[in-house]
């Protein structure tokens, strides 16, 4: 099997962490594995890749000779300046910020939804926000079947999806520290309906990604979405309650069946025995779980659905190595 040279970068972050173990997991062909940072001489924990150890290397111009693929995940400004170079030295970067997913010459992917637009990149392909992948995954085949006029989504967002400083916090808190640092509020027993920065029509960047990525991806821009993002004091898994509007109604029945063959979903559906997916469920899995599948009574071709999700995995580390398994399955 051939083998390539994968660089990652934002390897002190949690993402870039889960990227390194996934790798490991999955057994990606790998010929050097390079981990790349600012600060090389600050690593928090041991890599060892192949029964030896990795120490970091530095990020700088110069980083990315010899590397094939760059699984990049290290903020957009850096991104904004490295990727290019990346490119130039002869890699193909899967970037995981959200620099350069509305970019019309860079395809935003998750492979199961849209593998073919891999093939339009010109050195990028942007991995999608994780609130984002997790609800197409679940709307795909649903859309397949009866286009998707219009959807409506909350999310209920774990402190992960903010960092290390956030799962921190949350910690603290719950063990009664009550600092507030990471978010406007304390998050602990607490819920915050505001993620990311605000955009002057009052929605935040998190939930107009959620409207202009999940256009971009389902390659339909008719398609109406509106979304509030809450988070919420939980460590891991992202949920998200969505209702669609379809223009021929889909059954309940019917849905389970679409999603049942469905890769990477999991149907857990039956509230009378308590069966439904929370976010303990999910965490540290890859699959992407769906239950409390109803028909909405108020309209006529409508449905109720409750997505959950491992925000670290399918919706950042997992989905960008899938990408890049695609990638060289499609070589």
């Given at each position: ?22 790798l ?12 790349l ?5 600050k ?21 990315f ?13 850096v ?30 992917v998750v492979?199961?939804?849209n ?23 679940a ?8 286009k ?24 603290n808190q ?12 304390q ?15 009052l929605?935040?960047k ?8 999940t ?31 379809t223009?021929k109604k ?48 108020s ?7 409750w ?15 899938q990408i ?8």
């Amino acid at each position: 099997m051939k083998k390539y040279n994968v660089a990652i970068t934002g390897i002190r972050g949690v993402v870039g962490n889960c990227m390194f173990d996934i790798l490991k997991e999955r057994k990606f062909p790998i010929g050097e594995l390079r981990l790349l940072s600012f600060n090389p001489d600050k690593a928090l924990r041991k890599y060892e890749f192949d029964g030896k150890e990795i120490k970091l290397s530095k990020l700088d111009h110069d980083a990315f000779k010899g590397i094939d693929i760059v699984l990049s995940s290290p903020g957009a400004a850096v991104s904004k300046e490295y990727s290019p170079l990346a490119v130039k030295a002869g890699a193909i970067v899967i970037d995981n910020t959200s620099q350069f997913r509305m970019d019309k010459d860079v395809p935003l992917v998750v492979p199961e939804v849209n593998p073919q637009d891999i093939k339009k990149h010109k050195g990028i392909i942007a991995n999608p926000n994780c609130s984002t992948i997790q609800m197409v995954m679940a709307l795909k085949p649903l859309q397949d079947y009866a286009k998707i006029k219009r959807i409506v989504v909350s999310t209920y967002q774990a402190v992960s999806g903010a960092g290390a400083e956030a799962i921190e916090e949350l910690r603290n808190q719950l063990n009664g520290n009550m600092a507030v640092k990471k978010f406007p509020y304390q998050i602990a027993h607490n819920l915050i309906p505001h993620i990311d920065v605000p955009q002057p029509n009052l929605y935040t960047k998190e939930e107009m990604k959620l409207v202009h990525e999940t256009r971009k991806i389902m390659g339909d821009d008719s398609i109406g979405v509106t979304a509030t993002c809450v988070r919420v004091p939980v460590f891991g898994a992202h949920s998200e309650s969505v209702n669609i509007e379809t223009e021929k109604k889909i059954t309940r029945e019917k849905a389970i069946e679409l999603l049942k063959n469905a890769p990477g979903i999991k149907v857990m559906d039956d509230i009378n025995n308590n069966v439904y997916p929370v976010p303990l469920d999910a965490e540290g899995k890859d699959d992407t779980f769906v239950g409390r599948i109803r028909e909405d009574e108020s309209i006529k071709n409508g449905l109720n659905l409750w997505i959950v999700s491992d925000n670290l995995r399918k919706g950042a580390a997992l989905n960008a190595i899938q990408i890049a398994e695609e990638l060289i399955k499609q070589e």
